[in-house]
């Protein structure tokens, strides 16, 4: 079955970098895009970009243009996003989420990772 | 960017009843070359990820139990849970996947009365 799992909760200071990843399995990684939703506490979603497996091509959402950067490993079947010069506002629940069309960027999200929680704090 | 309003921000409902979600978008959806909407909604459960339960504005995800419809086009959609159960306190997000950047609706928390 399809699974996207995520890496564990990280807490850094404001300034600092994150690398969160998803780790794929049930499914051919390189068929379906994946792109990155995040949720801050008591907040809504927030759509931060995809990024094709198979190409490695991306699109960020402008917010996040330059701080941002998405990539994968398709020997491992994971993706990564890194987010550069965070700040206390950054702190969320990030999650990777599958689109439910094979080959395209656009489309529903069908599986969703279970979510990582980056802290900045101080 | 499609903002996407949803009504009403919180519902409480009797067992057994039917629960009504809007969501309206600030544009249409409606792609008219394949006359598709580009609409999903969603369940979250406290702690756990999205889970899809319509995309397409009112095709079902395989698995959702059926008393789970959508409807609606271009502008005006509503998520309709017929008879509620228990399991289904949560709240209830709509997406739009029309344009980039994508965009959510504030989200419903839909409870027990």
């Known amino acids: 079955q399809v699974q996207l799992v995520q890496s564990g909760a ?84 990030y999650y990777c989420a599958r689109v439910g069309v094979g080959a395209t960027r656009v489309g529903y999200f069908d599986y969703w990772g279970q979510g990582i929680l980056v802290t900045v704090s101080s | 960017d499609i903002v996407m309003t949803q009504s009403p921000d919180s519902l409480a409902v009797s067992l057994g009843e039917r629960a009504t979600i809007s969501c309206k978008s600030s544009q249409s959806v409606l792609y008219s070359s394949n006359n598709k909407n580009y609409l999903a909604w969603y369940q979250q459960k406290p702690g756990q990820p999205l889970k899809l339960l319509i995309y397409w504005a009112s095709t079902r995800e395989s698995g959702v139990p059926d008393r789970f419809s959508g409807s609606g086009s271009g502008t005006d959609f509503t998520l309709t849970i017929s008879s509620l159960q228990a399991e289904d306190v949560a709240v209830y997000y709509c997406h739009q996947y029309y344009s980039t950047p994508y965009t959510f609706g504030q989200g419903t928390k839909l409870e027990i009365k």
């Not at chain 1, 970009?49 to 998405?70: C, E, H, L």
């Not at chain 1, 490993?73 to 996003?81: E, K, L, P, V």
Request: aromatic content about 14%.
């Open chain 1, 10 to 93: 990280e807490v850094k200071k404001p300034g600092a970098s994150v690398r969160v990843s998803c780790k794929a399995s049930g499914y051919t990684f390189t068929e379906y895009y994946m792109h990155w939703v995040r949720q801050a506490p008591g907040q809504g979603l927030e759509w931060m970009g995809w990024i094709n497996p198979y190409s490695g091509d991306t699109n960020y959402a402008q917010k996040f243009q330059g701080r941002v950067t998405m990539t994968r490993d398709t020997s491992i079947r994971t993706a990564y996003m890194e987010v550069r010069r965070l700040r206390s506002d950054d702190t969320a629940v």
